[in-house]
């Protein structure tokens, strides 16, 4: 069986949409109630048996370092002051025997580009892909992996999208399509309403085999100058399969203010401590 044991993490973007939060403050970092966003896709990462989290990172963004780095001076300090219920928040058992790896991005040339940076990293064995801005509660990275050691193709998590937002994703034109994935015939990314050929659109979760470093040096930069991922897995649909697996469970576009808000409601409505004290706060709102 062809293990995944590497997964890349694109975290270099400026997160414009966040500012003034993301001026100081990486916005992956930013809190869904008292957990970093990253933190959420590298815990699901870990669920699949990932050994290597690599981070395509821009060299500003010290902190996403040290949130990952083992500290000893917060586990001193909670040890003495007897507070060890926290030192698994703060040095979480199953981050001790994972190696991180820090790849600097030092300018925006799209998704694409950042992922070809990590090409000697991964050289020639499947990996994984995760946008961190993209919050699921389920792990889709199980599903994917699933299909993955069924099919041996590269997968990528897609769901329905309405018309109105359609054009913010990658969409694909679907062909067979059994009751566990999806043949992709071809792939768009961003397109307009009218052109996209299907409501079916990429979510931020992809395993890929290492042959798409080839078609990413093939790949010509967009509009933009930028260089996307999306065209770069068309073009290596002309030579192998590549299957979509519609993500069955809870998802948040935390990239957006709406899916950040609506993903801290929702982890709150799960957390036993304030559960209770939310439901009731939401209740007595007057909207
Ligand atoms: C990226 C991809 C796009 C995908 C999306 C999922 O876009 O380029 O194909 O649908 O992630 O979140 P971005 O959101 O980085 O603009």
């Not at 009751?179 to 890929?208: H, Q, T």
């Amino acid at each position: 069986m062809n293990k995944i044991r590497k997964a890349l993490l694109p975290v270099a973007g400026h997160g414009t949409r966040f500012l003034p939060a993301s001026k100081a403050t990486p916005k992956e970092m930013l809190p869904i109630i008292d957990k970093p966003l990253v933190q959420f896709a590298v815990e699901e990462a870990i669920e699949i048996g990932i050994e290597e989290i690599i981070f395509i990172i821009s060299p500003h963004k010290h902190s996403i370092k040290k949130h990952f780095d083992f500290s000893k001076s917060i586990e001193k300090k909670l040890i003495e002051s007897n507070k060890k219920d926290f030192l698994e928040k703060a040095n979480p058992e199953n981050f001790k025997d994972l190696k991180f790896t820090y790849i600097n991005q030092d300018e925006q040339k799209g998704l694409g580009h950042a992922i070809l940076l990590a090409k000697d990293y991964i050289l020639d064995e499947p990996f994984a892909i995760l946008l961190p801005d993209d919050l699921f509660f389920s792990s889709c990275l199980a599903q994917l992996s699933e299909i993955y050691h069924e099919t041996n193709n590269s997968v990528i998590a897609v769901n329905r999208i309405d018309s109105k937002n359609i054009h913010k994703y990658g969409v694909i034109d679907p062909g067979s399509i059994n009751d566990r994935f999806i043949e992709i015939k071809s792939i768009v990314e961003k397109p307009k309403p009218e052109e996209a050929p299907s409501d079916i659109a990429v979510c931020g979760r992809y395993i890929l085999n290492s042959s798409i470093f080839n078609y990413l040096e093939e790949t010509s930069p967009d509009k933009s100058n930028e260089i996307q991922l999306t065209d770069a897995i068309k073009l290596m649909l002309k030579d192998e399969k590549i299957s979509a697996c519609i993500y069955k469970g809870e998802k948040f576009d935390c990239g957006s203010k709406q899916g950040y808000v609506e993903a801290t409601i929702s982890i709150s409505l799960r957390d036993n401590e304030i559960k209770d004290d939310i439901k009731n706060y939401i209740k007595q709102l007057k909207i």
